[in-house]
């Protein structure tokens, strides 16, 4: 029986590569999209991150992260077929962190971040043009260029046409108006947006624009009837995050892949701890580490609570005093519940 080739793209590790190359042009036939890859592409702003959000020791893992093979396997599924992921836990959980490991892994540029609040508006996301600005300093009848005013957002940059997908993070989404998922949904289906701005402007030469993660201008070009339209040609790579604070319209967890991120077992924790702080920091602190371990079996705790307390015992603080009975003022607000249960 002849083996099958390894499906996976992305495989959870330190080590770039150029693996994203498989997926590129060879999307199901029901997510494939209209967008042409200009000859250049777009500037693209290196990934940054990565290092602040996994650490930069690997005596612990080696060139692996810690992330669970359960995990690994949706992002894959995510990728080829061209759907959101739509992550759910507890804050602190490594959320967020997944589309950083992504974007490193896979060389996909600069993660583009797109913080919900109660106020977000598709719009807000996709683009703004400054037209007050722009009339505001017109001079003899002449109006500058566009290209100055007008902006795209982090979720209109991510559907750019590129050759290979960018990194879009929704961070957050429950914290949205009730409105905003559906909002969402054309846009996730077609992979594609208008600008009217863009298409009442009469001339035939490209159009430039700002992206939201550069202030170099982007060249678009566009036929007569085409004009305004941002196609994607390569879905972007898109994670949405929730803290289960809200549930979503079935219409919109249709279209995306669901995971439920889960607590950090204790050796994931000591993993990330060394991951972070070195394997010295970590033996220097295993009294405050398995204080944590206690105190989480019945306490809401988060991961980043327990790294502050350990980075602490690493600058010099005793951890025989963070813990004893008598002192233990510090690390009772390093380690207070996230709930009030």
């Given at each position: ?55 930069k020791?690997?005596?612990?893992t080696g ?5 669970d ?6 992002v ?66 002449n109006t ?18 590129r050759?290979?997908p960018?990194?879009?993070l ?13 909002d ?8 594609e ?20 993660d ?22 972007p790579?898109?994670?949405m ?27 994931e ?5 060394k ?11 295993k ?42 003022n ?12």
């Amino acid at each position: 029986m002849t083996e099958k080739p390894n499906w996976k793209i992305f495989n959870g590790t330190r080590q770039p590569h150029s693996g994203i190359k498989k997926l590129v042009g060879d999307p199901p036939n029901w997510r494939s999209f209209k967008g042409i890859a200009p000859e250049e592409e777009y500037f693209l702003p290196e990934e940054n991150e990565f290092e602040r959000r996994y650490g930069k020791h690997t005596e612990a893992t080696g060139s692996t992260l810690n992330i669970d093979p359960e995990i690994i396997n949706l992002v894959n599924a995510a990728l080829y077929l061209r759907r959101p992921l739509f992550i759910t836990g507890k804050p602190g959980s490594g959320k967020s962190s997944l589309a950083y490991a992504v974007a490193h892994e896979l060389k996909l540029g600069k993660v583009l971040r797109w913080p919900i609040t109660s106020r977000s508006t598709l719009l807000e996301g996709l683009y703004h043009y400054d037209a007050i600005g722009r009339l505001q300093n017109s001079k003899d009848g002449n109006t500058p260029d566009i290209t100055q005013y007008l902006r795209l957002g982090p979720l209109g940059t991510a559907l750019l046409p590129r050759k290979a997908p960018r990194v879009l993070l929704i961070d957050e989404i429950d914290k949205s108006d009730i409105n905003l998922p559906n909002d969402l949904l054309n846009i996730f289906e077609e992979g594609e947006f208008y600008i009217p701005e863009i298409a009442r402007l009469s001339e035939d030469k490209p159009t430039e624009v700002l992206a939201s993660d550069s202030n170099k201008p982007i060249k678009l070009i566009f036929s007569e009837q085409e004009r305004g339209y941002i196609r994607c040609c390569e879905f972007p790579f898109i994670i949405m995050t929730s803290n289960e604070e809200k549930e979503f319209p079935p219409a919109f967890l249709r279209r995306c892949l669901r995971l439920t991120m889960s607590t950090p077992t204790g050796t994931e924790l000591e993993n990330i701890v060394k991951a972070h702080l070195g394997s010295q920091s970590f033996e220097q602190a295993k009294e405050i580490f398995e204080h944590f371990e206690d105190k989480s079996e019945s306490h809401d705790l988060s991961t980043d609570q327990l790294l502050n307390a350990i980075y602490l015992v690493s600058r010099g603080a005793r951890p025989d005093l963070l813990i004893d009975e008598n002192n233990k003022n510090l690390l009772s607000a390093l380690l207070k519940p996230l709930s009030n249960d």
